[in-house]
């Protein structure tokens, strides 16, 4: 279940973004949708967070919207955390509303090929099964010798 992604691929996606939009993002801060979204924030992505659950409230000084419809223009990215099943009318909401959209992400654990294949045949990239947190870490340098730094500090340390 894991593509072929090459280092220089996803390294160019990294750096052509800007905005992504981060569909499923929670208000927990060890919820990996949050501290996800935080820590692309924090290296200057402008990150949308959208949750219809959560809407109108803060995360990481921004306004949780409730759909992708409610983005002022347009996004560069929309990065999935949902199930699988959700994906599809996800893709699709993403594809009708932003023109100039450059890829979407699906989260470590979340597939879908036929909704790829229709990214794809509009001229999108897809990346299934990743971390966008994770990819910039290990394509930037910032990875740590213990692993994965995912900016939550244990008190077991």
Known sequence: MNEPYSDAHLRDILKRTKRIAVVGVSLNDVRPSYYVARYLALKGFDVIPINPGHAGQEAFGATVLGSLDDIEGDVDMVDIFRRPEHVPPIVDAA???????????MQIGVWHEGAA?????RGVEVVMNRCPKIEYQRLFGELRMGGFNTGVISSRL
Do not use: G, Q, V
């Open 117 to 121: 294949e229709t990214a794809r045949a």
């Open 95 to 105: 594809l009708e509303r932003f023109p100039d959209l450059k890829t979407i992400w």
